[in-house]
């Protein structure tokens, strides 16, 4: 039977589960009136292809260096060595403490592992690849198992506590009055004036952890969020 830690830990687990994937994203909301659906091929580490409706092609590569040590130099002008900046799928890098059914129960800490697949639009995408931040800080009030467009699923009712730690506070997955009182003590732009949402619906595809379900549970944007489809996984 599924349970919340199973959820936290599959929600630390994307870096880990997949290397390519093929993806619809469509956003939903009662204020959205035009085909806000995009596809998108990602190719870790650091390539990505995205095309909106109108066909407007988005290309980024952010393909990591060469792996090893790097000289730079020191203030007295001698050479010192630096690592390389690596991903997690890199041989070299450090690796996750795996629970026995193989996702993580804890991530590297290491400040040389890079996390982020490449953004489109804002943060909002980056954590949609990899929701870590649904990991911690946040109350799993209901998990259960399901199959989303035949693709095993976690599907979870959450609400954001005071620990929540998003990838950015503009952007979060879960954007109420915790990330909002986060942006204003940032000295980030003003949030929007209206009610939040206090709970959210959530949903984690098992095989690459990406999250392919959003939803505003109540304040004004009730029923807001995103769906996704995945077309083709490569998996680890």
Same mark, same amino acid.
Not at 20 to 45: C, K, M, N, Q, Y
Not at 157 to 163: F, I, M
Not at 199 to 213: H, K, M, N, P, R
């Given at each position: 039977?599924?349970?919340?830690?199973?959820?936290?830990?599959? /929600?630390?687990?994307s870096?880990?589960?997949?290397?390519?994937? !093929?993806?619809?994203?469509?956003?939903?909301?009662?204020?959205?009136?035009?085909?806000?659906?995009?596809?998108?091929?990602?190719?870790?580490?650091?390539?990505?292809?995205?095309?909106?409706?109108?066909?407007? #092609?988005?290309?980024?590569? #952010?393909?990591?260096?060469?792996?090893? &040590?790097?000289?730079?130099?020191?203030?007295?002008?001698s050479?010192? !060595?630096?690592?390389?900046?690596?991903? =997690?799928?890199?041989?070299? /890098?450090?690796? =996750?403490?795996?629970? =026995?059914?193989? +996702?993580?129960a804890?991530?590297?800490?290491?400040?040389?592992?890079?996390?982020?697949?490449?953004?489109? #639009?804002?943060?909002?995408?980056?954590?949609?690849?990899?929701?870590?931040? +649904?990991?911690?800080?946040?109350?799993?009030?209901s998990?259960?198992?399901?199959?989303?467009?035949?693709?095993?699923?976690? !599907?979870?009712?959450?609400?954001?506590?005071?620990?929540?730690?998003?990838?950015?506070?503009?952007?979060?997955?879960?954007?109420?009055?915790?990330?909002?009182? &986060? +942006?204003?003590?940032?000295?980030?732009?003003?949030? #929007?004036?209206?009610?939040?949402?206090d709970e959210?619906?959530?949903?984690?595809?098992? !095989?690459?952890?990406?999250?392919?379900? &959003?939803?505003? &549970?109540?304040?004004?944007?009730?029923?807001?969020?995103?769906?996704?489809?995945?077309?083709?996984?490569?998996?680890?």
């Amino acid at each position: 039977m599924v349970d919340d830690e199973t959820f936290r830990a599959l /929600a630390r687990s994307s870096p880990w589960r997949w290397r390519s994937v !093929e993806l619809t994203r469509t956003l939903v909301g009662d204020a959205i009136t035009a085909d806000h659906a995009v596809r998108a091929w990602i190719d870790r580490p650091g390539r990505m292809r995205v095309v909106e409706p109108d066909g407007t #092609e988005h290309l980024v590569d #952010e393909t990591p260096a060469e792996r090893g &040590l790097v000289l730079v130099g020191s203030s007295d002008g001698s050479p010192v !060595e630096q690592p390389v900046i690596t991903v =997690p799928l890199d041989p070299e /890098a450090p690796q =996750p403490v795996r629970r =026995p059914d193989g +996702l993580v129960a804890r991530r590297p800490s290491d400040v040389t592992v890079a996390y982020d697949d490449p953004m489109y #639009e804002n943060y909002l995408w980056v954590a949609m690849l990899d929701p870590v931040e +649904l990991s911690g800080g946040v109350d799993v009030l209901s998990v259960r198992e399901t199959v989303r467009e035949g693709r095993d699923t976690l !599907e979870a009712t959450v609400r954001p506590t005071a620990g929540y730690d998003p990838r950015c506070t503009c952007c979060a997955l879960l954007f109420g009055e915790v990330a909002a009182g &986060l +942006l204003r003590a940032e000295g980030g732009p003003e949030p #929007e004036d209206r009610a939040f949402a206090d709970e959210f619906s959530v949903a984690l595809d098992v !095989e690459t952890g990406i999250c392919v379900l &959003l939803r505003e &549970l109540g304040g004004d944007d009730d029923g807001a969020g995103f769906d996704v489809s995945l077309a083709a996984v490569t998996a680890v």
